[in-house]
């Protein structure tokens, strides 16, 4: 097992600390070979990186770090000097490594375009380089996980990067920037020159949208991403070249993976025009999806992409989200109280579910 961090992302020392309670107590818990982090480590204050290095070093396993446009130095002129705080820290911003039968690599995908001018996805020529004389040492049978922060989508140099993929078909990618979870499959209209097209993972925000001030009854702040999920992290299971992934949100039960929207109360006459919306946290295309009102028959929702009405009632700043499902209530419903079941089985074949009531009235 590894566990794979999205911009976990604190800008003060008591962000720092909310992530040290929120999460770090679990990771301690948990069996995993070891922990990334797939860019923006910390917000911009650099000195961040001690503190935080230091709460997940309680892990007692280790972390292996990529470098996201949140963990640059912003008073330089250009690229070249943009990470010499993270290579002091951390290293060499791109490098590789073996762990059982998985070759990862990590790449800095971040192109800083110098102060006050932001920055772009993309891959150099010296990166493509790099990759081509590792995968030169590895097996096409063996599996190869790229980490990166910018999403593929979003990045430059994608094709060159997917031609090196070439007679490979087993490989995998992560990244996170975008604060959302989404699975993305690149096929031959995106460059892939194989059959199975690449399996790329957006693995959320540790800090959701941001750590705020929002906490729960025990102090700890409560934070959403901007797909409607909560804030968590990616369990990659490798075994040989074949893996499974599963979301789990901190201090949460591991089944908490859909959130099911619907009204409360409706008349009678409303019941046929009235849709029941579940965010599959992380559901991709290969996700199947269910409902049934109390003892009915299981119906299948129909896979569509749309704001989280969650965050769009609270004001939030949602997203188009890959992970929705929505189905309409039976024509008919009793007057009285019922129960909303959704179920969704996964493209590994884990499978989830969760109940929402739902009051009819005359």
């Keep these: 097992d590894v566990i794979v961090l999205g911009d976990p992302q604190p800008r003060t020392i008591e962000d720092v600390d909310s992530l040290a309670e929120d999460v770090v107590p679990e990771l301690i818990e948990s069996q995993a070979a070891f922990t990334t982090a797939v860019g923006d480590v910390v917000y911009d204050h650099l000195d961040l990186y001690k503190p935080l290095n230091q709460a997940l070093a309680t892990t007692g396993r280790p972390f292996f770090a990529v470098a996201g446009n949140h963990d640059v130095n912003e008073d330089v002129h250009n690229d070249t000097l943009s990470n010499e705080t993270w290579k002091r820290v951390y290293g060499p911003p791109d490098y590789r490594f073996d762990w059982g039968a998985v070759n990862f690599i990590v790449l800095e995908n971040v192109v800083y375009r110098g102060e006050g001018k932001g920055y772009h996805g993309g891959f150099n020529s010296r990166q493509l380089e790099f990759v081509a004389n590792d995968l030169a040492l590895v097996s096409p049978k063996q599996l190869v996980v790229l980490l990166m922060h910018i999403p593929l989508r979003n990045t430059r140099a994608r094709a060159k990067l997917f031609k090196l993929f070439e007679n490979r078909p087993h490989t995998l990618s992560f990244a996170g920037h975008t604060h959302d979870l989404e699975h ?120 569509t992409k749309r704001k989280d009405p969650y965050l769009l009632a609270k004001g939030g700043h949602p997203t188009q989200v890959a992970h929705f499902w929505v189905a309409k209530l039976p024509e008919k419903v009793a007057v009285g109280t019922h129960v909303i079941r959704v179920r969704t089985v996964d493209m590994f074949g884990q499978r989830y579910e969760a109940a929402r009531l739902l009051r009819v009235v005359k």
């Design 184 to 303: 993305l499959f690149f096929d031959s209209t995106a460059g892939c020159p194989n059959e199975t097209p690449h399996h790329h993972v957006v693995a959320g925000a540790l800090c959701g949208m941001s750590w705020g001030n929002l906490t729960d009854e025990l102090g700890v702040p409560t934070t959403i991403t901007s797909c409607g999920s909560p804030n968590g992290y990616v369990v990659a299971t490798f075994k040989g070249n074949n893996y499974s992934l599963r979301f789990k949100a901190p201090r949460r039960p591991s089944g908490e993976q859909i959130r099911i929207h619907a009204p409360r109360t409706i008349a009678t006459a409303m019941a046929s025009t009235t849709e029941v919306v579940a965010n599959v946290f992380f559901g991709s295309r290969k996700s199947r999806t269910h409902m049934k009102v109390d003892d009915g028959p299981w119906v299948v929702m129909q896979h």
